[in-house]
């Protein structure tokens, strides 16, 4: 809750839950209405009181910004923005005769109008909403408390998900008003990895899932850009990089990485780039030759050139310029080393110092870590690294899991941060996981002490683009990642108090329908594979 709270809003509050207590002396599950209908939020927020009224809300809604940050640009924009999603382009000619309206203004207060994202910033919110002029309130509208403006701009999407369009009197309308809902994320990292190097996605598909992540409240786009296919980054210091493009035309140019970047900081969505090294890096060497070990040993790069960890400072420099995100990852999976040792001149390399390819693999991360942090950046590093060499990783380093289950309470008793994207449940292009299996993974399995559980960041779901493109990447994203952006939002305790086959499923068909009336090419729910389209006719809401 934001410090100096005004006292009207202190006494709102009291008086909302005043209003409130009857339904509390026979309360509803936290993910059930007053009414006992289950609460269309997703993810579902931390604490949720509502009443049995129905309120309208004006189409032209106005903003009220109060305290040091309500009058962000950040929070004008996203008012606006999500003013566009909730009412139709027509609906100011279907006013209602009187003009009358129980929600005429949105006040937004934001404790501070510092501006910075970073990972641990606080993405707490307070929602109030009940009628104007009400019998339990002295506050007409809607009310958003944040002490930030990222928090802020997670409470307009709840906001956004309880206004809802009636058809039939053509009015947005707030149902089971009045609403409190207090709420805040379990963890600080909840990301979505986007490949970009399999197949080339343009900046507008990028802005797409950008978006559709900030309607799940997930913030952080992992963007694996680079692979051992192609390298389609525009890098200042070393022009010749790009030649490692699929083709002239499926490139990101330095404006195109900016732009991205603060398309998601308005969002409230930090960007973690990658670039993977020293294995998935065969691409490279299309502009520069010389990165390779030879022409028959493409990868991994050659560790026994000084060249070599040149041209990654000089990656890290430019790519410093436009990331300001303080995590960054370094890869550092899949390094089969095999052929440093039939290739003279690395294998002269490895005799001279005494070294196993095993030795010059920890070499290589290592040195690459050293560049990062010289660059204030925390390196990130794929879990092999941590299983080989978990002794000498620098204690900044943070290990993202994804070969199976029980990583991180390894990697946290070591005393080292972890990310979880287990494969089994939390890679997305493994079509044939189920919605269900997506909703189970918990980043915190098999860690019982709390220091330990502060460790884990949170996790990530990954959508490896080996089969996604622009045809098909939004459909293979959504609605799973969804399952997992709750788990990673919502309180342990509420969703696992949760029917999976009823309620969860109930608003994860709502949700989906959300995006998809939000423009988001979201696959029917119940796929028995991953983005397939529906077997024949049905409702949105059932499939």
């Known amino acids: 809750m934001p410090p100096n709270r005004p006292a009207y809003l202190l006494l709102a509050l ?35 009181s509502s009443g049995s009224q129905t309120l309208t809300v004006d189409p032209d809604l106005a903003l009220d910004p109060q305290g ?45 109008a510092n501006e910075t994202l970073a990972l641990e910033v606080d993405e ?20 958003i408390e944040a002490n930030t403006i990222y928090g802020a701009i997670r409470g307009l999407e709840t906001f956004s998900q309880l206004c809802v ?27 979505l990895l986007l490949d970009t190097s399999r197949h080339y996605l343009p900046v507008d598909v990028i802005k797409q899932v950008i978006d559709s992540m900030s309607f799940a409240k997930l913030n952080v786009l992992h963007w694996h850009i680079i692979d051992e296919q192609s390298f389609p980054l525009e890098v200042p210091s070393y022009p010749n990089l790009w030649k490692g493009s699929y083709s002239k ?16 900081k308005k969002r409230g969505i930090n ?5 993977d090294v020293p294995g998935h890096a065969e691409s490279w060497g299309n502009g520069y030759p010389k990165l390779w070990p030879s022409p028959n040993c493409t990868e991994p790069l050659d560790v026994s050139s000084n060249f070599t960890f040149e041209v990654i400072s000089g990656i890290l420099s430019d790519m410093r310029k436009i990331f300001p995100f303080g995590l960054f990852h370094l890869g550092g999976d899949e390094v089969y080393t095999g052929c440093w040792n039939v ?3 690395v294998r002269q390399w490895l005799l001279e110092r005494n070294m196993t390819t095993k030795d010059a693999y920890k070499y290589f991360v290592l040195k690459a870590q050293e560049l990062a942090i010289k660059l204030n950046w925390i390196p990130v590093n794929w879990e092999e690294t941590f299983n080989s060499f978990k002794e000498n990783l620098n204690p900044l380093t943070v290990v993202h899991n994804w070969l199976g289950p029980g990583v991180c309470p390894k990697v946290v008793a ?17 079509l044939d996981v189920p919605w269900e299996d997506v909703y189970s993974g918990e980043p915190l399995a098999g860690i019982s002490n709390k220091d330990q559980q502060k460790l884990v960041l949170g996790g990530e779901v990954c959508m490896w683009g080996e089969t996604a493109d622009t045809s098909d990447v939004l459909q293979t994203i959504w609605p799973r990642a969804a399952a997992a952006a709750e788990r990673m939002w919502s309180q342990l305790e509420a969703i696992s108090a949760q029917d999976l086959e009823t309620t969860v499923l109930s608003r994860l068909h709502y949700f989906r329908c959300l995006l998809n009336h939000r423009g988001i090419a979201a696959a029917p729910v119940t796929n028995y594979y991953a983005r397939r389209p529906p077997i024949g006719p049905g409702s949105c809401f059932v499939q």
């Open 343 to 345: 290739t003279p001149h």
């Open 124 to 143: 707490s919110y307070t929602i109030y909403v009940a009628a104007a002029g009400g019998v339990n309130s002295i506050v007409g509208g809607a009310t």
């Open 414 to 430: 070591k005393g080292f941060r972890c990310i979880m994207s287990n494969q089994g449940v939390w890679y997305l292009d493994h």
């Open 14 to 48: 009291f008086l909302a839950g005043t209003a409130a207590s009857a339904a509390r002396r026979h309360p509803p599950p936290g993910n059930a209405t007053s009414a006992g209908e289950p609460v269309y939020l997703w993810p579902l927020p931390k604490s949720v």
């Open 249 to 264: 035309w499926e490139r990101y140019t330095v404006e195109d990485a900016h732009d991205i970047v603060n398309y998601a």
């Open 68 to 112: 040091p940050g309500g009058a962000s640009p950040a929070v004008a924009e996203a008012f606006e923005r999500y003013k566009g999603l909730v009412f139709a382009p027509w609906a100011h000619a279907a006013r209602s005769g009187d003009g009358g309206y129980d929600v005429s203004k949105l006040t937004v207060v934001v404790a501070s």
């Open 271 to 275: 960007v973690m780039a990658e670039i």
């Open 165 to 191: 369009f009636n058809y039939d009197t053509k009015n947005v309308e707030v149902r089971h008003a009045p609403w409190h809902i207090q709420d805040e994320p379990r963890f600080a990292f909840r990301g």
